[in-house]
């Protein structure tokens, strides 16, 4: 029997048999989908996480109270430790002799902006901070200008734009030198920025930045905040942190031998806290899935034991013929890799389709990962060895006159 006539004993295996075959099936697609859906939705995450890394320059060291993303650890003790004001980043700044460009990072408000008649949502951002932020950002000014030292050291009421507000308020004004409103205060604007896209659904555009010393006056002060620093170069980051966490150390009192009580993160240190956590997620959706690809073996085995029970004449027949025990087990554990296969190319697209869902969800491109398409064909395959080898054997050992004579 060649592999044509083989597959299509399978396919007509199956058909008589719609009921069982689709319960079976079901189970299988359900298994490989569970590891495919959050194999590819992980992937889209960590590909989106790898480009949008410009978020903050490569070359800035983020300081902050509490880590960014935290696995695990004390939350209570981080939950205690002192603020980081701004009267931190001053006293930074002066003291650093190696990294440079500190900019404090605030958000003031989320409040709506009016210019005229017009005016947007509530949702706006409004960020204080000085003349390094725009850099240490990776913000590009498309007209006007950025802060500069005497902005900021007298507070003055100016703000830069991002790209959503001007599309909000001046679609056809140059909004450059024209007063926007924010909480009943008139700021003057000097400067717009281009577009940067979303993250994580999230614009990147939808703000206005202040100096932050005008901020302070209008907000008020007793607030924590993030600083970033840049360093001078790529090659001098390493010792740009060790310098700022020094510097810090001294700034907040930490008694010697004592952990830190704030954190220093970079883009590496990000990416290797987010491997962690897409570790964790795979490995989870490849338990799950497992659990699930076992429960659906069994039902595989069993299918193919009805099976063998249902064909024991027509087996029976065949070795009267001359079929070897070799044939009967090669046709039988090709109809449970078709059966298998079958599921889980099934179970493979529908993983696909809904995984790539979360790229559609984040305003990303849609990612295929390859190495878990090959999992989910060749794990496939070997379930079915796994689980079709008995039926094929028992198969195999029945005798032809004993079956011959089966009803």
Known sequence: MNIKEVFKQAFDSLWANKLRSSLTLLALVVGVF????????????????????????GDVINVSKTPS???????????????????????????????????????????????????????????GSNQYYLDNNAYELSEGRNFSSEDIQYGRLLAIIGHDIQQELFQNVNPLGKSIRIAGQQYRIIGTLDEKGS??????????????????????????IDIQVKAPAMDFIEAAMDEITGV????????????????????????GTFDQFTFILYAVGFVIGGITLFGAGIG?????????????????LRKAVGATKKAIVSQFLTETIFICQLG??????????????????????????????????????????LFGVYPAYKAARLDPIDSLRYE
């Open 248 to 271: 810090m150390r001294v700034i907040r009192k930490v008694a010697p031998g004592a952990e830190n009580d704030f954190e220093i993160e970079t883009n590496d240190s990000l990416a």
């Open 69 to 127: 993303v935290q696995m695990g650890g004390s939350a209570e003790n981080v939950r205690n430790r002192q603020d980081i004001t701004f009267e931190t980043a001053e006293r930074l700044q002066e003291m650093l002799r190696l990294a440079e460009d500190v900019s404090p990072d605030e958000t003031f408000d989320y409040t709506k902006v009016m210019y005229g008649d017009e005016e947007t949502d509530p949702t706006v951002r409004i960020i």
């Open 344 to 385: 889980g190319l099934i179970g493979i697209a529908l993983g696909i389709l809904a995984g790539n869902g979360m790229a559609l969800w984040i305003e990303t491109e849609p990612v295929i990962p390859i190495w878990a398409v090959l999992t989910g064909f060749f794990g496939m395959f070997f379930i079915a060895l």
């Open 300 to 316: 595989v085995m069993n299918i193919m034991l009805v099976s063998v029970t249902e064909r024991t004449r027509e087996i029976g």
């Open 199 to 224: 993250v994580f659904g999230q614009s990147q555009d939808k703000f206005v930045l202040i100096p932050y010393t005008a901020g302070l006056m209008i907000y008020g002060g007793d607030r924590n």
């Open 34 to 57: 569970s590891v495919i859906v959050s194999t590819t939705a992980v992937a889209v995450l960590d590909n989106f996480f790898q480009n949008t890394m410009s978020v903050m320059g």
